[in-house]
């Protein structure tokens, strides 16, 4: 599967930010699909998952009443609704896909089999 992520830019602290990754190529609706992030000089980590059916989620606890993430079965899309941002909220986003409706504690990047280029959020305090 093949993923587009997009909605990135610059915003002040306090903002509001929608980050949108589309795929194609797969059997999107089997897919648990995550957004992870990466700092500079940091590890990538997770953000936030969301199961197959869109009935789940799970969320990093640095974001947790924040972020939200949802997804359209039917456009083949996941969203990251990012609320209240913060500097500490600065890295590269990515969307993420792991077959198979792997767990959502499956948080670890190395469980995905499919990331998207990345889009960068950027957080002016």
């Known amino acids: 599967v093949q993923l587009q992520a997009s909605g990135g830019g610059l915003v002040q602290a306090g903002g509001s930010l929608r980050l949108s990754c589309a795929a194609s190529g797969g059997a999107f609706s089997t897919y648990t699909m995550g957004w992870f992030r990466q700092a500079p000089g940091r590890e990538r980590e997770f953000v936030a998952i969301?199961?197959?059916?869109?009935?789940?989620?799970h969320y990093a606890d640095a974001v947790k009443g924040r972020f939200t993430i949802s997804r359209d079965n039917a456009k083949n899309t996941v969203s990251l609704q990012m609320n209240s941002l913060r500097s500490g909220d600065t890295a590269v986003y990515y969307c993420?896909?792991?077959?198979?409706?792997?767990?959502?504690?499956?948080?670890?990047?190395?469980?995905?089999?499919?990331w998207g280029q990345g889009t960068l959020v950027t957080v002016s305090s």
């Open positions: 969301i199961n197959w059916s869109g009935v789940s989620t």
């Open positions: 993420a896909a792991a077959p198979f409706k792997r767990s959502i504690y499956a948080v670890s990047p190395e469980r995905y089999d499919f």
